[in-house]
């Protein structure tokens, strides 16, 4: 009679996990900023969690975001000794994103390059705290159970990462409409020379991050300010004027473009605020690129 049962468990485990995959995948890749790493996340997530008795558990959801959490936590540790040596900017992994992302306005703002970028600035511990705090809106007992802290300093790791981040979030509206509005413009500047309708869509304090990972030709410092941004743009964009093919698509939740030109594919995503650009940033390392080919679903 034992057999039935093992297999019965093993089943159920199976479905639980399949169930969940979506949501672990996004806790893991909003602490890591890398989908690659999160899938690792999962794969170990997995091994654990097959060999967990079932019946000791009293929440499944609790207790694989537990583990993955934990699972992050040690990758984040490798993930920035490769920051470290990382050549140029690192920008996090880009996703091509289903429509419904968008819809979630809060899940969407979570997982965009302006905000996983902010989340760069935390420690470890603050980033899982904030994610799974204010992301997924677990309580605090869970959290402590997560990351191996009481609940009352989760607390006060929670309260100090949201004063970090609401101290460096992007400030201002923002809208799909604006965003796409200045990635045409972006195409037109390229397409027909016209440079000056993009330039004037720039944000004073604009903020220009290319990475291409030492594999393809990048900024290898970020580009500050309107008028450093106009000069790079100008002596770059012209280049590619007659060769690149652009492609609208969604990227963590946002309007975005894909760039085709000499063989080459670059992701273009924006950060719009108050109708101007305020972030400008464009993805070209190869080995970032892999899940801009088909849809990566994620949840909360």
């Known amino acids: 009679m034992g057999e039935p ?26 602490m890591l900023g890398s989908a690659a790493d999160a899938e690792d996340v999962l794969q170990e997530t997995w091994l654990r969690w097959t060999g967990v008795d079932l019946e000791t558990v009293r929440d499944r959801r609790a207790y694989l975001v537990r583990i993955t959490t934990r699972q992050a936590l040690t990758h984040m540790r490798t993930l920035g000794r490769r920051k470290e040596s990382y050549f140029g900017p690192w920008l996090p992994e880009p996703l091509l994103t289903t429509p419904d992302v968008a819809e979630d306005v809060e899940l969407a703002d979570s997982v965009s390059m302006a905000m996983l970028l902010v989340l760069e600035t935390l420690t470890p511990t603050e980033r899982a705290v904030f994610v799974l705090r204010e992301v997924f809106d677990l309580d ?75 594999i393809r030709q990048a900024f290898p410092e970020p580009v500050l300010g309107a008028d450093a941004v106009r000069e790079v743009l100008a002596a770059g964009l012209g280049q590619l004027r007659g060769t690149a093919v652009f492609e609208p698509v969604q990227i963590n939740g946002a309007p975005a473009l894909l760039v085709h030109a000499r063989g080459e594919v670059s992701v273009v995503t924006m950060h719009v605020q108050d109708g101007r650009v305020a972030g400008l940033y464009v993805v070209r390392n190869p080995e970032k690129l892999s899940r801009v080919e088909q849809e990566t679903p994620i949840s909360r």
Do not use: C, W
């Open 140 to 214: 605090y007992d869970e959290i402590a159970e997560a990351v191996d802290k009481t609940a009352a300093a989760v607390r006060q790791i929670a309260h100090r990462a949201r004063t970090h981040v609401a101290s460096r979030r992007p400030r201002g509206t923002t809208s799909a409409a604006q965003t796409r509005g200045a990635l045409e413009a972006f195409q037109r500047a390229i397409d027909t020379g016209d440079l000056q309708s993009l330039f004037d869509l720039l944000a004073p304090d604009v903020v220009m991050l290319g990475d291409g990972g030492g």
């Open 5 to 30: 049962d093992v297999d019965q468990q093993s089943e159920s485990a199976t479905d639980t996990f399949v169930t969940h995959r979506n949501l672990l995948f996004t806790v893991a890749y909003e």
